[in-house]
């Protein structure tokens, strides 16, 4: 079946831009999870939804980051006015609710801010 | 804070010989411990789990331990082959919530 897909794989933005990063998670998968992952390092958590309610936002470096999943199932991470610092692989897992606590992740936005 | 603690940073192998990447974590109240596997330019894919309640898993060529007592969990891999060369990530959770990531290794097996 058709695994977590991510749009763009590749975003070039000019410093003070807005990005939007979209997740469409594995059809059926309660939780959503965004990680930013830098260069050479792990994966680093983001934010958490559960259906359309984002139950954990801590991971959310400023007030510039924003996600949304009005749906419960596509989500959206949007960045406004784009810093340097934001260049990352943008990384997007889903989960059952089955209690398995499986993350399947997708391949990623990687953003450059130039 | 929570905190996972991956070694080492980079390892060489001879094809066919074993690898082994450890792993200490720092919330004691982590249960479950996946181990992902990350291609250049790819997203990282699950290749095996170990749960709170079991000592040892296997799955082929591929083996987990999990030490609850002194938090350590370690990946090992058999055999190895050239397509066994990635980034490999260890993580621990609580469950249904936040991966805390180690920082990766990267495996080399030299053919």
């Known amino acids: 079946g058709a695994g977590v897909s991510q749009s763009p794989r590749y975003k070039v933005a000019k410093r003070g831009q807005d990005v939007a990063l979209r997740c469409d998670p594995i059809s059926g998968h309660v939780s959503l999870f965004w990680y930013q992952q830098a260069l050479g390092q792990g994966p680093e958590f983001l934010t958490y939804f559960q259906n359309e309610a984002q139950l954990d936002k801590s991971g959310l470096p400023s007030d510039r980051f924003f996600a949304e999943r009005p749906e419960g199932s596509v989500s959206t991470l949007k960045i406004q006015r784009t810093q340097q610092e934001d260049s990352a692989v943008y990384l997007c897992a889903s989960e059952t609710s089955g209690g398995d606590y499986e993350q399947y992740f997708g391949p990623g936005t990687r953003l450059t801010v130039t | 804070g929570e905190n996972v603690e991956q070694h080492p940073s980079t390892l060489s192998v001879q094809e066919g010989d074993s690898a082994v990447i450890k792993c200490t974590y720092s919330?004691?109240?982590?249960?479950?411990f996946p181990w992902y596997k990350q291609e250049l330019g790819k997203g990282p894919q699950l290749i095996i789990d170990i749960r709170s309640n079991v000592g040892e898993k296997k799955d082929q060529r591929i083996a987990v331990t999990l030490n609850k007592t002194a938090k350590h969990f370690s990946l090992h891999i058999t055999e190895t082959q050239p397509e066994d060369s990635a980034v490999y990530f260890c993580a621990a959770s609580r469950g249904t919530y936040k991966y805390i990531f180690g920082t990766g290794t990267r495996l080399k097996v030299l053919a």
């Open positions: 919330d004691s109240a982590s249960n479950y």
